[in-house]
């Protein structure tokens, strides 16, 4: 099982940043995929999750009308539009995915929101 994130970095406040999540190794189609985030000397969050078919999703209040998760079951992709950045933002975003639970996690990549 893999999962392998991409497309963090610096980026000034209000800005935006997509993040991707290529997925191998097991059913993508059947199970929930999800992002996640820790910030220095916080435990990890959740941010955000999208249902096996694609239908459903949740958030976090924190996030909630600034982020969009999505899923391509064609590429095995999942994605974080993120939009109006705000410096509370900046962590390392966590891809993962599970059906009872998250069972199976990426690497992180860091997303840094700053002037």
């Known amino acids: 099982v893999q999962l392998q994130a991409s497309g963090g970095g610096l980026v000034q406040p209000g800005g935006s940043l997509r993040l991707s999540c290529e997925a191998s190794?097991?059913?993508?189609?059947?199970?929930?995929m999800g992002w996640f985030r820790q910030a220095p000397g916080r435990e990890r969050e959740f941010v955000g999750r999208i249902s096996p078919g694609g239908v459903g999703t949740s958030y976090a209040d924190s996030v909630k009308g600034r982020f969009t998760v999505s899923r391509d079951s064609a590429k095995n992709t999942v994605s974080l539009q993120m939009n109006s950045l705000k410096p509370e933002d900046t962590a390392v975003y966590y891809c993962?995915?599970?059906?009872?639970?998250?069972?199976?996690w990426g690497q992180g990549t860091q997303v840094t929101v700053s002037s």
């Open positions: 993962a995915a599970g059906l009872n639970g998250f069972k199976y």
């Open positions: 190794g097991f059913s993508f189609s059947e199970l929930y």
